[in-house]
C-alpha cells in the first residue's frame, strides 16, 4: 500500500512560486507513473501534469490558461519523491492540489486518465492572490 503525502503549498501572491512535493511511503516510487491534478472549489478534478516512471516523459495539461511554461514535474527515485514547481503563479491556479501514483510496467508511459492512479495524496492547498 503506496502512501502519498503533499506539501508545500500555501498562500502567495500573483507572480509568485511555490513548489510542491509528494513524499511516498510504503513502495518504491520508481514503479509508478506520477501525476499531479488540482480541484477549485465549485470544479472537477484536473488533470496538471504527469512523469514516467524514468522521468524522461513528461506531460502536462494542454488548454487556452496552460501551464506549460509555468509548471515544472520532476521526480527524484531514490528519495521516493516527486516535484512541481510552480511559477508565475495566477488566481486561477488556486487549487487543492494532489499527488497520485499509477502502477506501470512501461518507464515511458505517461497516464492523464485519473481513472489510471491506484494511490492518491490527501492534497495541499495552493492559494494564489491578485
Known amino acids: 500500500q503506496v502512501k502519498l503525502v503533499e506539501s508545500g503549498g500555501g498562500s502567495v501572491q500573483a507572480g509568485g512560486s511555490l513548489r510542491l512535493s509528494c513524499a511516498a511511503s510504503g513502495g518504491t516510487l520508481s514503479l509508478y507513473v506520477m501525476g499531479w491534478f488540482r480541484q477549485a472549489p465549485g470544479k472537477e478534478r484536473e488533470f496538471v501534469a504527469t512523469?514516467?516512471?524514468?522521468?524522461?516523459?513528461?506531460?502536462?495539461?494542454d488548454s487556452i490558461d496552460s501551464v506549460k511554461g509555468r509548471f515544472t514535474i520532476s521526480r527524484d527515485n531514490a528519495k521516493n519523491t516527486v516535484y512541481l514547481q510552480m511559477n508565475s503563479l495566477k488566481p486561477e491556479d488556486t487549487a487543492v492540489y494532489y499527488c497520485?501514483?499509477?502502477?506501470?510496467?512501461?518507464?515511458?508511459?505517461?497516464?492523464?486518465?485519473?481513472?489510471?492512479?491506484?494511490?492518491w495524496g490527501q492534497g495541499t492547498q495552493v492559494t494564489v492572490s491578485s
Open positions: 497520485a501514483a499509477a502502477p506501470m510496467t512501461s518507464t515511458l508511459a505517461v497516464a492523464t486518465n485519473p481513472d489510471l492512479y491506484s494511490y
Open positions: 512523469i514516467s516512471r524514468s522521468g524522461t516523459g513528461i506531460w502536462y495539461i
